[in-house]
Each structure stands twice: as structure tokens, then as C-alpha cells.
């Protein structure tokens, strides 16, 4: 059982608690500090008669107009269920669900004025496995991710639907079912729901933890490529990187040394003095995306731990401030750095198929024994070339754009929304992508024998031959290619 506090939580928290099926309480911290701003801002609204955006008043450019007290609940349930615009494919459960962590950890800092019950029953869905129907498309990523939030908070009020048993089913139903009553949300409660990041969030800690082990995959698979083709080992030493002291090159580097010990091919003499650049280049270019990774989640550690919702509470400076915390602006840039680090992991890797393919340096034309009569791995190429063409549309920025909407009050946004959802696409082509290159060098290396590659990499092809057989004549592709896919989601590189 994780409690929810104050400290700090990491990307591996969320793979650790969200992704394995644990389940959360809040600490008698967190309650005390939601029961403190609850309690302060019920005593503000008594006491104080001018009008504070979002409480008692309309939303948006609709800010001036004012909010009788009989209807501030009422206010809030419009909001929700006005705001629930979203559209498009659903969103996926294991980032809806990281989006449920996010937001009960952003509302137990005490600083959004919900009620206890509202947050505890987050806590609910999350723990019985809740997961509210949410649509990709829909928030500009800058009053917050409104629209999925929406989504996301109609079950509260028996509203929506959502996933449960997996199955789809009407969230009225799913509380009935549990014994858990519609909450009915008091003043603030709508906007502290609804304005926050965690659409953006959730799906860029979705792609960092899949980034971390295509970065690895990404590593042993190029050494891989690198003694199918024969390569040099020359441009790993590490005298050439310490003097151009990138951290992510010089781990490269490191990495592909240590991968390649103990290896005959990489040891044997070589008859080509070096190799292209996507061998050659293989510390900077995967070195390069390192460091972006690193940078990115630097920038999502900090917003997973931030309030981003809008008006903010602080009891203990008797202030309520209406600022922009919502802004995804630094997930917007960061998130469209990220799509550009990995695509160019894929770009590399389509590279390096590209020569194993080539008949060069004594592998047959198409890595198969009779090409002409056999196509072998020749549209593989084509496959990966075509998905690398799809990264390249993809990783125009999201984040230079910006639409004006209510009628111009929010007229700047982030669209770090649609950064997010590329980005994720992304990382699934990038798998794809590596799945061909592992395909095609494991069948190149196999013209390398009886020469031994390392324990590593050898260890590698073995599991890997569980999957996909070496071919000698032509076979359907596309279940060799589904199969490589796989082995790249579930191996442990």
C-alpha cells in the first residue's frame, strides 16, 4: 500500500505503484492538508463579499459575471459536464490510470480546496480499478488539459462512463455496483478537477518509461547490427569521447563496450578502414537522445510534483491567486524534444538496416541465400523507411502553436495536448522500427558463423530464436515482424 504525502514522487514511483497493480491510500498528512484548505476556503466565502474567480463566479472570459450562493454546486456540476468535449480514439487505460494517481497527488497538497470525500474517491477508482472513459483530442494544454479532466471527474457524479471488469459500462451503474454514491462537488471543486496538467503528464511518463528501455534496446541492437556488419570497434574507445564530454556519447560508448566484451567478431581483423556514420555515429546520435531524455524527465519530475490547477489556495498566507500554473507550456517543449529524441533513434536504426540489406562486406544482397528467387529482407526496409517517414510528420512541433479560444481571454495556449498524443505515437513507431533492425541482424549475423559475437549479444539471439527462426527461404513477414514487436515490448534489454 503507497500512501500519498508530500513527498516527492518519480518516474519509477508511477511504473512501480500505477503499472503494477498497487494499490494507494492518503497519509493523515494529506488529509490534514486537504481538510485545512476545504475548511479555510469555506470560511473566506462567509466572510468576504467581493468575488473570487472560479468560486463565485463564471469561467473563462465569462469571469465577471457573478455567482449567486445557491447555485455554486450547481456551478460546478455544469462545469464538468460542459466541459466533457472530448472526441477522437480513447485514451489508454494504463495512462488513464496514471492520470488518477496524478491528480490525487496534486490534490492532496492542500492547496485546490476540494472536499476529503472527493479525493478519497479518486483514491477509489484507483484502487478498484475505475478507469474513466477519456478521448485524446479535445484540450489546447493550457487551462488546464479541460476536456480529458472532464472526462476524467464525470464518475464522480455518476456521470460518464468508464472501464471496470474490462468492460465499458455506465459509471452510474459501476457506483451502484460498489455501494458508492454520486459526490456531490461543492464551490472550486469543478475547477481544481479540471484545470491541471495530468492529461500531459500521464502520457509523457507513459512515453519515459518505455523511453528508458528502448534506450537500452536501442544500444544492444545497434552492437548487434555493428557485428553483423562487421564494424570496428575504434570509434567506442574511450580517449575519443573524453574530449568531447557529452555524458550521454560517453555512456554510449560505454555501454557498447561493455556489450561487445568477449566478442571474436568485433575482435577480427578488418579489411575496411571505418564504417558509416550510423554505425560510426552510434555514441553521438543515441548519446545525443540520452541527454535529451534526461532533460525531459527532469521536467516532468518537477511538474508531477507541482499544484496545477487554478485559483490556488493558500490558507496559511490568506491568499486565493488566480495565476496560470495550468500553462503546458514546459511540458509542451519538452514533450515535442522527446518525440524528436526518439524518432532519430529510429531514424539511425533504419540506416543501419539499410546497409545490412545492402550486400556489402560479404552478407548476401537481402540477407537470403538465392535473392532474385527470394525477395528475403528486402520490404522490412521499406517498412521501416515508411514509419521513419510517418516520425518525421510526426515530430513537427505542437508546441509553436497557438489558437485563441474564450473569447480571447485564454489566447495563448500550449497544445502540449497534442504534443503529448504524437509523442506516444511515436514511441510506438520507434519500437516498430528497432523490432525490423533486431529482425535483420540477427538473420545478417548468422553469415558471420562459425565467429562468436559476446555473451551478451549472444544471449540476445538465443531468446530471440524463440521467436523468430532464421530464415532461409521466403516466409509471410509480417508475423516475423509482429513477433520481433513483441520481444522488444516484453524483453528485459
Known sequence: MHQINNSAISIETIQHIVLSGKKITLSEEAKNNILKCRAYLDNKMAS???????????????????ISDNDLEQLQKNLVMSHACGTGDEVPSEVVKIMLFLKIQALSYGKSAVQLATVERLVDFFNYDVLP????????????????????????????????KEKKQDSAIVLKELNLEPIQLKSKEG???????????????????QTKSIS????????????????????FKPHIHSIRPHKGQIQTAENIRFILEGSELIKRQKEHVQDPYSFRCIPQVHGASKDT?????????????????NPTVFPDE???????????????LALDFLAIALAELGNISERRTYQLIAGLRGLPPFLVAKPGLN????IPQYTAASIVSQNKQLCSPASVDSIVSSNGQEDHVSMGANAATKCYKVVENV???????????SQAIEFRRPLKSSPTIEKIITDFRAVAPFIDQDVVMYSQINNSLQFIKQYKF
Open 375 to 378: 525477395s528475403g529482407f528486402m
Open 133 to 164: 472513459v477519456v478521448y485524446q483530442q479535445g484540450s489546447l494544454g493550457a487551462s488546464g488539459d479541460l476536456a480529458p479532466l472532464a472526462h476524467l471527474s464525470l464518475p464522480l457524479l455518476g456521470l460518464g462512463e468508464v472501464y471496470y
Open 318 to 332: 490568506d491568499e486565493i491567486i488566480s495565476g496560470g500554473n495550468f500553462h503546458g507550456q514546459p511540458l509542451a
Open 293 to 309: 531524455f534526461d532533460y525531459v524527465e527532469s521536467i516532468f519530475i518537477t511538474e508531477m510534483n507541482s499544484v496545477t490547477d
Open 48 to 66: 468576504q463579499k467581493e468575488p473570487i474567480y472560479g468560486i463565485n463566479t463564471g469561467f473563462g472570459s465569462l469571469c465577471n459575471v457573478s
Open 216 to 235: 537500452s534496446a536501442a544500444d544492444k541492437i545497434g552492437a548487434l547490427s555493428l557485428e553483423a556488419f562487421d564494424g570496428r570497434l575504434d570509434p
Open 431 to 441: 519500437q516498430r522500427i528497432l523490432a525490423i533492425e533486431l529482425l535483420n541482424a
Open 191 to 209: 475547477l481544481a478537477l479540471l484545470n491541471g496538467t495530468q492529461f500531459m503528464i500521464a502520457y509523457g511518463v507513459w512515453c519515459l518509461i
